[in-house]
């Protein structure tokens, strides 16, 4: 999927609408969570519209992903690489960590739109930073879970 300006402008207004509409930075980054709570939820039915509209798959993730390696996400993109591959690459060089709550919608769209899910990773490695630290549900104690021994998103869990 080749990430246009025009969809990373849309996905950051997106992201800049729960701000403008909040009365406060930590209510709109309250509201921003649960929005993309919900949306990560609900991934199954959006399937069908990731393709004419990836900003839904990245709200998804949206703070649910740490890029570690965005120089490489970039080359990957602009070299308009095929999505598996790109993803094969990213998880090769452990270049992106996954929150443990997204684990789930990462696996879903590993599966079923590898697309849509390479879309989601390119707009989240450009998203605008909001919150000091990465967005994180409020019943969520863990930090980042990616590429270790325990949760690893490569081929050999799935």
């Not at 393709?51 to 390696?69: C, I, L, S, T």
């Not at 996400?73 to 308009?80: C, F, G």
């Not at 605008?128 to 690893?152: F, I, L, T, W």
Request: proline share 4%; hydrophobic share 35%.
């Amino acid at each position: 999927m080749q990430i246009t300006p025009n969809i990373q402008a849309e996905f950051d207004e997106q992201i800049s609408l729960f701000f403008d509409r909040a009365k406060s930075k930590a209510e709109g980054e309250k509201q921003l969570i649960k929005h993309c709570n919900e949306m990560l939820e609900q991934l199954p039915q959006m399937l069908p519209l990731l393709a004419e509209y990836p900003a839904y798959g990245a709200m998804a993730f949206y703070g649910k992903m740490q890029v570690g390696d965005r120089k490489l996400i970039d080359q990957l993109a602009s070299n308009r690489t095929p999505a598996e591959e790109a993803i094969a690459k990213v998880r090769e060089k452990k270049a992106l960590k996954i929150a443990a709550s997204a684990k789930a919608g990462w696996d879903f769209l590993l599966q079923n739109d590898q697309s849509a899910l390479w879309g989601a990773i390119q707009l989240n490695s450009h998203a605008p930073k909001r919150a000091s630290a990465p967005v994180q549900d409020d019943d969520e104690d863990e930090d980042y879970d990616g590429y270790d021994e325990e949760d690893d998103l490569s081929d050999d869990n799935e």
